[in-house]
Every structure is written in structure tokens, then in C-alpha cells.
């Protein structure tokens, strides 16, 4: 008998109450204090007098602090991407702004007093076996104190950041939050938030797509000139920020954050470059199967199929958890006990956020997964997905905090890999010729989305951004900018595009990491390399990741490559060697329909 499960979360086993919770408070007075004897511990720092003692204490209680701060921080993003009409919630939000600010301003002197401690007494000090074990990351901020501005000023633009640079980034999430169209589906007219519309796009009509395209156009429009002030004020900030720093390059910051080289970018967006003909193949064969010329944008998405299989929760649960098991037992054991501990929100209603997330509660070891499940094998993959980004988290819960800050690509490898595996079993699972084709389509369709749609989101915000430098970019300039990097990315093979994507598309107005979209295609061919690895494994796989992901949070992905796989990020061979991999999906395609 197959369990059910529940499609809503639990979040009271780690603060009861939601938004008014009075024990999650009594928590946020204690981040207070413990902020504040940081603070003092911090100033105390004598940079030309400080023992292995001395720099342990503080490294100790940092790490006790970004934990329960990591805790807050991602209890009040639950809150507020369950119900965005949650008031309170929004409120949390903004004192999550002030919270992160005080965190990062005391962080920020912490890494100028040990960039002014002495070479060679730094290096006798990371001979101690606490401050060893976090040695990356102490010798990655000392680093980074060299490129930043005096203490004072760096702490005076994180206190300017909680009105401006994140007032901008809220302001958007509440604009989209209270957007919402509405759509008639087989003569029935219903309201849907922006999320929830979007996932028409999907649908097997295309009158139904179309008719939600136009819709959901139309409200972006009407939005457009308010989000190009979110949007041009969050990059203008940025770029303000990097002028005082005197950064010329508005990728050093993203570059630094996914510790990676410019050289590694280059040599995967050269890869995929030089291999986009079969899948613009793949876009031709998809636009004849739909009886279509040339795709539209929301034909890209669209399932070729008009029966296309369709997952209850329970299901798709047991499904990932079965095919998990063929590659790692823990890996299917963490992801039964997220499904029955209910560490997920896939509800589909309305007044929740758009789009899917994976948070971690650092301090509990749990995590919690936001999504908004309508049962397709994307669904399906998208929850997958999630639970990859958990399992990382889970492997990392017992090593000492600081070394659990893994940046976003690796982040995305573990994802994906986790992706990859549900999409591969779903095809070789495939019961006749026409569930395999519309399986093979889906997964190819994420080829599709790292190689075209994210290299569209990356053009976009590079040029923008140097347009920017010159001062506020138009709205009918931004649409400019996004159809011709649209355009590019997909080979100028679609029959019209999305100009409004600038909009639509959260991660273009977040303050977390800037250039928030490479990271999603290296984590894609990263987790394409890893799981070759795993297929040709004899049976140590599940040690060798676990290994892997321990990693991530201490060391760059050149070196995290060159240990684990034994290969050189910085050349094309195993980006296009990766790429095989999604070619041979669109070959095996190409040849079945």
C-alpha cells in the first residue's frame, strides 16, 4: 500500500507560531546578543598581538553565530514564500535586512583585523588544529579584505544596503507578490498569482498557452516601468559599490563568490558556443512535431504529447526515492525522511511565491524545500532537484560551520546530479516509443534551458550592466537588450521572444549572489561529468560524492575538480566532453521522432 504524503510543510518543529511566533523572537534577541559579544570579541583583535587562543575564541563564536543566523535567515524565507501576503512575515523580512547588515559589518572588521596580522605569524597560526581545519576560508577573507574599502566605509554601505540596495530587492518581491491574471481554461475564468499562471505555459493546448502568454505579458507590462526601477537601482548600487573599490569588472564579485576563474567561465561558454547545432536541431524537430514553422517562447516548454504522464505527490515521492536507492542508499534514505518528516511545500494554491527553493537550517541540521507541485515529470525532476541541494547540506551538517559556506555552482552540481538521475531512470523506464520520445524531450529540454535560456540571462545582464554604467537603462532598452540576447543564445531559431523576461525572472533583481545565472549551467555540466563518473564507478560512488560535497565549502572548483575528477576547468575538453553527454539525448531524439 503506497503512504501518503503530505504536501505541505511542517515548520513548527523548528519555531511554533509562524510569523508571530514568540519562540522564534526569544531566538532573534539571542542572535542579538550573541552579535553583539562578537562584535566586542572582534574590536578586541589586536592584529600586531594575537595568539592561536585569542583567534579561536572568535572563530568559535563566528561560527555559533552565522549558524543561528543561517537558522533565522531561512525560517523568515519560508514565511514569506508561503502566504506573500503574510504581513508580519514581510516585517521579518526587513529586520532579516537590518540583522545581515549588523552580521556582515562585524564580518567585515573581523576580515580587515586579520588581514593586518603578519605573513609569518599568519602562517604559524593556522598551524593550530581549529584554525587549520578552516584555513580556506580564513586565507579567502583575508583576501578579500585587500580588495575592499576601509573598515568604516564598507560598514557604512552595508547600513546604506538596508533601505537601498535590499529596499530595492523587496520592493520587487512585493510588487510581483500582489501581480496576478486572470485566465479562462475550457470557458472557466480564474484568477492565478504569477506563479501559478505560469505554469500554463506548459500546458499540452496551445491555445491555452498562448492565451496565458498574452495574459501573463500584459501584466508584466503594466508592471514594467516599476520593476525597471527595482531592476536599474539594484545594479546601480552594485556598480557604485565597485567604482569606490575600484573594481572595473563587474564579474570579479560573482567570480569570487562561486570561487572560480574567469578562465573557467570562458572555457565553458566557448564549449557551448561551439556545440549549439544539435540542439538547435532539437528546436526544428520540436517546432514539426507541433506543427509549427518556428517555436514560439512558450512552445518551448510544451510537452509534445497531449497525454503526457502525470505524478500524484505520493507518487513522484516514491519515484525519486526508488531511483536515488540505484545510486546511493543514503541518498534515498534522507529523501524518505524529508517526505515523511514533511520538510516540503509543494502545495499548488495561490498567494504563495513563484518559482523553487532549497533552505537550510544550520543550526536544527534540517532543511526545508519550497516548490509548487502540479504533478508533470518536470514537477517531478524540479523536486528531485530540490532534494539534491538538501542531501549536500545533510552530508555537510557535521563539519564545523565555516566550512559549510559552498558556494552557488557547486550547489547546483549536487541538484542537478540529483535531477539527472529521475530523468535518466524515467526514460529507461519508458514503457512504448511515444512516452520515451516525450520523456527524452523533457530531459533534453534542460540542455535546452543551461545552454540557451541562462546564456540568454548571462548576455543580458553583461551588457546591461556596462550600459548601466552610463545611467539608467529604459524600459524599451531593456527590451531591446533581452530580445537580442535571446536572440544569440537561441541561434535566432525562435519565431518571437520573450522581452519582458528581464521582469518575469527573480534572479535578475536578488541581492545575494550578482550574475545569478552561470553558476545554474556549470552546476549542469559539472553534475554531467560527475554522473559519467558515477555510471562507470565500481561501487564507491556513493562515498566518492559524499566526499566531493564535503569539500565544497573549502576549496575552489579548480582545485575541487583536479582532486575529485582529476581534470582542468580551465580547458574546453571536459566542458565539451560533458556536453557529449546532452548531444547523445538529442541524437537518440532526433532519431525516434
Known amino acids: ?17 509562524g510569523s508571530e ?33 585569542i583567534l579561536t575564541s572568535v572563530v568559535n563564536q563566528l561560527e555559533y553565530t552565522t549558524k543561528r543566523l543561517g537558522e533565522a535567515f531561512a525560517f523568515i524565507s519560508c514565511l514569506s514564500a508561503q502566504n506573500v501576503k503574510d504581513a508580519k512575515a514581510g516585517m521579518l523580512v526587513g529586520k532579516r535586512s537590518e540583522l545581515k547588515a549588523e552580521a556582515d559589518a562585524i564580518k567585515t572588521n573581523f576580515d580587515q583585523k586579520i588581514m593586518q596580522i603578519d605573513d609569518k605569524k599568519w602562517e ?31 560598514v557604512l554601505m552595508n547600513d546604506l544596503a538596508i533601505d537601498g540596495y535590499q529596499g530595492w530587492s523587496q520592493m520587487y518581491d512585493t510588487v510581483v507578490g500582489n501581480m496576478g491574471v486572470e485566465l479562462e481554461v475550457n470557458g472557466v475564468r480564474t484568477s492565478y498569482s504569477m506563479g501559478q499562471a505560469s505554469n500554463k505555459l506548459s500546458d499540452p493546448n496551445r ?17 514594467a516601468e516599476l520593476l525597471g526601477q527595482t531592476l536599474n537601482h539594484l545594479a546601480g548600487f552594485r556598480l557604485q559599490k565597485y567604482k569606490h573599490r575600484k573594481w572595473a569588472d563587474v564579474l570579479k564579485e560573482p567570480l569570487a563568490i562561486n570561487r572560480m576563474k574567469q578562465e573557467t567561465l570562458d572555457a565553458m561558454w566557448k564549449a557551448i558556443s561551439r556545440n549549439k547545432q544539435p540542439f538547435v536541431q532539437f528546436l526544428q524537430r520540436k517546432a514539426e512535431l507541433l506543427g509549427r514553422e518556428k517555436l514560439s517562447m512558450y512552445d518551448i516548454g510544451a510537452p509534445i504529447s497531449d497525454s503526457v504522464k502525470m505524478y500524484s505527490f505520493s507518487e513522484g515521492a516514491d519515484f525519486i526515492v526508488e531511483q536515488f536507492r540505484t545510486f546511493s542508499p543514503k541518498m534515498a534514505d534522507f529523501a524518505q525522511m524529508a517526505f515523511e518528516k514533511r520538510w516540503i511545500e509543494a502545495e499548488d494554491r ?13 543550526d536544527s541540521e534540517q532543511t526545508r524545500i519550497f516548490m509548487t507541485f502540479s504533478g508533470t515529470s518536470s514537477n517531478v ?55 520515451k520520445k516525450a520523456l527524452l524531450e523533457d530531459k533534453v529540454q534542460r540542455g535546452i534551458s543551461f545552454f540557451m535560456n541562462i546564456h540568454a540571462r548571462f548576455l543580458f545582464e553583461s551588457r546591461f550592466y556596462e550600459e548601466r554604467k552610463q545611467g539608467m537603462v529604459t524600459v524599451e532598452r531593456l527590451n531591446e537588450l533581452m530580445v537580442d540576447a535571446q536572440k544569440e543564445a537561441y541561434c535566432d531559431e ?15 533583481h536578488i541581492t545575494g549572489v550578482p550574475f545569478y545565472n552561470f553558476p545554474y549551467t556549470f552546476g549542469y555540466l559539472f553534475s554531467l561529468g560527475l554522473y559519467a563518473h558515477a555510471l562507470e564507478s565500481d561501487g564507491n560512488f556513493e562515498d566518492d560524492y559524499a566526499a566531493l560535497l564535503r569539500d565544497t565549502g573549502r576549496m575552489n572548483v579548480e582545485e575541487l575538480a583536479e582532486k575529485h575528477l582529476n581534470v582542468d576547468f580551465t580547458k574546453p575538453d571536459f566542458w565539451e566532453n560533458a556536453m557529449k553527454l546532452c548531444i547523445k539525448d538529442v541524437e537518440e531524439f532526433l532519431a525516434i521522432s
Open 21 to 53: 511566533s514568540g519562540q522564534f523572537n526569544t531566538y532573534l534577541d539571542d542572535i542579538k546578543r550573541s552579535l553583539r559579544g562578537l562584535s566586542e570579541s572582534v574590536m578586541e583583535i589586536n592584529p600586531h598581538d594575537i595568539d592561536a587562543d
Open 1 to 17: 500500500m503506497q503512504i501518503t504524503y503530505e504536501t505541505t510543510w511542517d515548520l513548527d518543529t523548528i519555531f511554533q507560531g
Open 494 to 508: 525562435l519565431e518571437d521572444y520573450d522581452e519582458k523576461f528581464w521582469a518575469s525572472k527573480l534572479h535578475f
Open 207 to 223: 491555445a491555452v498557452r498562448k492565451h496565458a502568454a498574452e495574459q501573463i505579458d500584459k501584466e508584466w507590462k503594466a508592471n
Open 350 to 362: 495561490a498567494g504563495k511565491r513563484t518559482g523553487g527553493f532549497c533552505t537550510s537550517f544550520p
Open 124 to 154: 604559524n597560526l593556522l598551524t593550530d588544529p581549529i584554525l587549520h581545519e578552516v584555513a580556506f576560508v580564513l586565507n579567502e577573507a583575508r583576501q578579500a579584505a585587500k580588495d575592499q574599502l576601509p573598515v568604516e566605509q564598507e
Open 381 to 435: 525532476a524540479t523536486l528531485a532537484h530540490e532534494l539534491g541541494h538538501a542531501y549536500h547540506q545533510h552530508v555537510m551538517n557535521d563539519i564545523h560551520g565555516l566550512n559549510q559556506g559552498y558556494a552557488m555552482n557547486v550547489a547546483e552540481t549536487a541538484s542537478t546530479f540529483a535531477e539527472m538521475i529521475v530523468a535518466d531512470a524515467s526514460v529507461k523506464q519508458a514503457k512504448d516509443k511515444h512516452e
